[in-house]
């Protein structure tokens, strides 16, 4: 009998789950967030900094990690991305653009001599990833030390100690009756967590529950509200002081999730209401990890209560979202959960203990996952660690599990990882609780339309955005033609029209190095507009506060040592940014092969272009109406036919709509001239051949551009740089030339073999102590790792 009731319990839930499984809204659910993944690429950045202090006039060295965020696979979509420097105030102190292939990137910046002593962050991001705004973007803080500067050290002891404490209730809502768990989150005026006693009141100030954090500030309690009755929270910091916080409010109606483990391998989730209905109420459980692992069930409210089970073998690694909706699709209640990775990239590291001044160092690498070798690509840093105390970097695994997906900053995110216990695992569950965060809004995810993302990925160049306007009021101007160029070798022209609002995009491609940039329409046709360029980096900004910069008078000495080495460094030994030489694969214009190319050299020289023209040039005919000089060329598709309109003509790549101007050039600074005879597609335009005009230094040779013409300064992306790293194995090491190098070596796209090896060499410098080796790095299946370690360096006894 006890068999066959077990049995037909068994059959009952069976069917119930598969009833659920074939629910229409159930499959909506899985098809809709499905689609949405599918066209929301999600890009996760991550960056190395070669060091985390500086002093004005170094250089900042970094890798850049992009990856699919779902996968933590390289991810080949952006070709272009951007690097800030930030104060406290978001006051972008350096830019740079840097290139990205096969989702890695590195570069350097130089630090100005007018930034003052103080933490800074440094973000990244692509283009793409303003999709979803900044708190997405990569970010890290930074010390920068001038010593040239005076800097009050005690300026923070002399501010009042003031606290920020937030209440997140799982699941998101306090409901009256119905008891639940509080997690909160204290930092003091250093943005780290403090410690402390708490009590909840209520409005008679009866003490109901008392609480205290366990890790960095944070800590939970449990509370059932009473109807109509509001809570406080005061906290007695060590000093004694009291405190006082409002709870988030009690809501009359709404819903309370609570998740417990029900086995080492089942999640039981728990919805409870307020809410009284007469008939069944279904409510919808969703799980995914990083838009993945995706899991949809639906139970009904029995009792005001409802259970859900959920195998942790269908959740990802990493942080889950799991989230509780209506029928109507809204969500009721969400929260975070980990599972953490098993899988863990082990580098390991061989190399002497000690050294001597201007030695030579070997170093091999291992990189293995699950005692398994794989090709892994690694960056690597050396440099020297003296007693300026400054805060740990994030290393890579941690960033990419925990920090990247979470709201705000982190304290502390290595210790989640270390000595794996009970107690880790409750404080990794009180952060989830906290920080809760996700990387899309649900009113995008469930629409019958699917709205266009505003900013497009910078797959095959640098996107230079614009907008035209009228000169006369400002207004936007549609439909107006416009020309981009540099003077740059080949010669490059890049166009676009206005659209409704009128705006213009041009896709730049191999755009490197400062340059100077011509915008102009077609000055014959429209001469009263002007283009505005917009900067390509973000004027929004994360909540994520930087910790203050603290400084002790007892690292005087240290840094004066350390000024000494920075300016004998930058005066007698080479640039530490030696640009790896530029190969031409392209030494073609934008246009193409021309159809005749003429090098005017090669003939006898006449005083005017008009004679040069008519005498050699003949895909040019050179017409004269109302006293203005016209061009016209024949198709070279269809002989004895001539084009009734103008070609486009260029100088130096730079177009000139003024036929006249050109005919007034010196033709001894003319040194070729390349003739296209057909009609030529660019972009939405289209023109009747094209002349393109060629000086000796590609300058210009003296031509004064149209007034209306705009030039401006433009940074396009870094040069490749190389950091350099002297060597002394040629009986060099008794140079007297001084090297007072702080970071030994960069290495910032080390690759190991097959096996998962790899090795490195670099020489010591003149300077001695401890130095700092910190290797990070990726496989292309998403397993990461990082490994610091340590050496000395003493004087050397020749």
């Known amino acids: 009998m006890k068999r066959t009731l077990l049995y037909c319990c068994m059959l009952l839930c069976t069917a119930f789950s598969a009833y659920a499984q074939d629910d229409a809204m159930v499959k909506s659910i899985q098809q809709r967030f499905g689609l949405y993944t599918e066209r929301a690429l999600q890009e996760k950045m991550y960056v190395h900094l070669d060091r985390p202090l500086y002093l004005i006039g170094e250089t900042i060295w970094f890798k850049a990690y992009n990856l699919n965020a779902a996968t933590h696979k390289f991810v080949d979509v952006s070709k272009v991305a951007y690097l800030e420097v930030l104060d406290n105030e978001n006051n972008a102190l350096i830019q740079t653009k840097f290139s990205l292939a096969e989702g890695k990137g590195d570069g350097s910046v130089l630090i100005p001599a007018t930034i003052a002593s103080g933490k800074y ?21 930074i010390s920068i030390v001038n010593p040239f500067v005076r800097f009050d050290p005690d300026r923070l002891a002399k501010e009042a100690d ?156 990493g942080i889950s979202h799991i989230t509780i909706f209506n029928e109507k699709l809204k969500p009721l209640c969400e929260r975070l959960y980990f599972k953490r990775p098993t899988k863990e990239l082990a580098i390991e590291a061989t190399v002497k203990n000690a050294f001597v001044t201007r030695e030579k160092v070997n170093m091999d690498i291992s990189a293995a996952v699950s005692s398994a070798s794989e090709m892994a690509n690694l960056s690597v840093a050396i440099y020297l660690t003296d007693s300026i105390v400054t805060q740990p970097q994030t290393d890579i695994r941690s960033h990419l599990w925990l920090s990247s997906d979470l709201k705000g900053s982190v304290e502390s995110p290595e210790y989640y990882f270390t000595n794996v216990n009970a107690d880790t695992d409750r404080q990794l569950d009180n952060l989830m609780l906290t920080h809760g965060w996700r990387r899309f809004k649900w009113e995008n995810v469930f629409v019958s339309q699917a709205t266009p993302f505003e900013f497009l990925p910078e797959f095959d160049g640098h996107f230079i955005n614009g907008k035209v306007v009228n000169k006369a009021d400002g207004s936007p101007a549609k439909g107006i033609d416009t020309y981009l160029a540099a003077l740059d070798v080949p010669a490059r022209l890049y166009v676009a029209q206005s659209d409704q609002a009128g705006n213009v995009m041009y896709e730049v491609r191999k755009f490197t190095g400062p340059k100077e940039i011509t915008l102009q329409t077609n000055l014959n046709v429209d001469s009263t507009y002007r283009i505005e360029i917009a900067s390509p980096f973000v004027k929004q900004f994360a909540t994520r506060p930087i910790a203050p910069f603290v400084f002790s008078k007892a690292w005087e000495n240290q840094l004066l040592n350390r000024t000494i080495n920075m300016q004998t460094a930058n005066v007698f030994l080479p640039p530490v940014m030696a640009e790896r030489k530029a190969t031409l694969a392209d030494s073609v214009a934008f246009f193409g092969v021309p159809d005749e190319k003429y090098f005017l050299d090669d003939f006898t020289r006449f005083p005017t272009m008009e004679e040069v023209l008519r005498e050699y040039v003949r895909g040019v005919l050179v017409r004269k109406r109302q006293k203005e000089f016209h061009f016209r060329l024949v198709d070279k598709l269809l002989p004895n036919t001539f084009y009734t309109t103008d070609p486009l003509m260029l100088l130096d790549g730079i177009p000139v709509f003024n036929t006249d101007k050109i005919m007034e050039l010196d033709p001894l600074k003319v040194k070729k001239i390349e003739v296209l005879s057909s009609r030529y597609f660019l972009g939405p335009m289209t023109f009747t051949g094209i002349v393109s005009f060629s000086t000796y230094r590609n300058d210009l040779a003296g031509y004064e551009l149209d007034p209306k013409v705009m030039v401006m300064p433009y940074e396009g992306l870094q040069a490749q740089r190389e950091f350099y790293s002297p060597r002394y194995d040629k009986g060099n090491a008794e140079s007297r030339i001084p090297d007072f190098r702080n970071l030994l070596h960069w290495a910032p796209n080390m690759t190991t073999d097959a096996s998962g090896k790899a090795n490195l060499g670099f020489y010591t410098s003149d300077q001695t102590g401890r130095y700092q080796v910190v290797i990070e790095g990726i496989t292309p299946s998403g397993v990461s790792g990082s490994k610091t370690l340590s050496f000395t360096v003493g004087k050397s006894s020749l």
């Open 162 to 317: 003031k606290y920020d404490v937030q209440f997140f209730p799982e699941g998101g809502y306090l409901v009256k009756g119905i008891e639940s768990k509080v997690a909160f989150r204290a930092i003091g005026k250093e943005g780290v967590g403090v410690n402390f006693t708490g009590e909840i009141v209520n409005g008679q100030n009866e003490s109901v529950a008392k609480f205290q954090p366990e890790k960095n500030g944070i800590g939970f309690f449990t509370l059932k509200p009473e109807p109509g009755v509001t809570y406080n929270a005061i906290i007695k910091d060590s000093k004694g002081q009291s405190y006082t916080f409002p709870l988030p409010k009690t809501e009359e109606q709404g819903y309370v999730m609570q998740l417990k483990d029900s086995t080492s391998n089942l999640l039981k989730i728990t919805v409870t209401t307020a809410i009284v209905s007469d008939e069944p109420v279904p409510i919808y459980l969703m799980s995914h990890t990083r838009q993945l692992n995706t899991f949809v069930d639906r139970k009904y409210l029995k009792n005001n209560k409802a259970v859900f089970t959920l195998d942790k073998s269908q959740l990802g690694e």
């Open 121 to 141: 962050k440094v973000r990244c991001y692509t283009n793409w990833m303003k999709n979803y705004g900044p708190e997405y973007f990569f970010e890290s803080s």
